[in-house]
T-cell receptor, first 117, second 111 residues
Framework: SQTIHQWPATLVQPVGSPLSLECTVE??????LYWYRQAAGRGLQLLFY??????ISSEVPQNLSASRPQDRQFILSSKKLLLSDSGFYLC????????????????FGPGTRLTVT | TQLLEQSPQFLSIQEGENLTVYCNSS?????LQWYRQEPGEGPVLLVT?????EVKKLKRLTFQFGDARKDSSLHITAAQPGDTGLYLC???????????FGTGTRLKVLA
């Protein structure tokens, strides 16, 4: 069975400090990978997604970046955090295939609660 | 900008009542998922609907996908306190790998 891990679970960082959040998936190969941010009690905002190693699509221009150094590893980074970067960050994976016949579900990790002070 | 409008945003009902949550968009979706999320945890997938007009049932939950694949509904019959949580819909935009999420419905079922 497939599992998805995220760490750390919680993080408190000062404004201007760097950030690195990691997500790994087990039990599947060549997944699509996603980073979302969620404001308290609200829907999810897609930040980045990747359909393969080194392939990153950015949905929201901001001071965050993402990388996919390995097939099942997805990293969210920032060089200098802002107060507005606080939130609940979720990583998700899905299967892949032809986008015109693609209907795979997403499966989410446990999330990272980031507080920027 | 593609939006997925979800309503109502908040719902507080008594145990045993019925309710319906709606997701509406102007975009066509390849599929639509419904999730439930507990505080501090990731969303958990409840169901995926793929075909226009499709209806799926999961115990007391009934999910329907609109004929044009632009909207969906979730109906809960005889709600129980264990149904309490944040319900999210997510549409997979046709021809892409991108999902857009609804704004969420926070449901509280009182015993």
């Amino acid at each position: 069975s497939q599992t998805i891990h995220q760490w750390p679970a919680t993080l408190v960082q000062p404004v201007g400090s760097p950030l690195s959040l990691e997500c790994t998936v087990e039990g599947t190969s060549n997944p699509n990978l996603y980073w979302y941010r969620q404001a308290a009690g609200r829907g999810l905002q897609l930040l980045f997604y990747s359909v393969g190693i080194g392939q990153i699509s950015s949905e929201v221009p901001q001071n965050l970046s993402a990388s996919r150094p390995q097939d099942r590893q997805f990293i969210l980074s920032s060089k200098k955090l802002l107060l507005s970067d606080s939130g609940f960050y979720l990583c998700a994976w899905s299967g892949t295939g032809d986008p015109y016949s693609f209907s795979y579900e997403q499966y989410f990790g446990p999330g990272t609660r980031l507080t920027v002070t | 900008t593609q939006l997925l409008e979800q309503s109502p945003q908040f719902l507080s009902i008594q145990e045993g009542e019925n309710l319906t949550v709606y997701c509406n968009s102007s975009s066509v979706f390849s599929s639509l998922q419904w999730y439930r999320q507990e505080p501090g945890e990731g969303p958990v997938l409840l169901v995926t609907v793929v075909t226009g007009g499709e209806v799926k049932k999961l115990k007391r939950l009934t999910f329907q996908f609109g004929d044009a694949r632009k909207d969906s509904s979730l109906h809960i019959t005889a709600a129980q306190p264990g149904d309490t949580g944040l319900y999210l819909c997510a549409g997979l935009i046709a021809g892409t790998y991108k999902y857009i999420f609804g704004t969420g419905t926070r449901l509280k079922v009182l015993a």
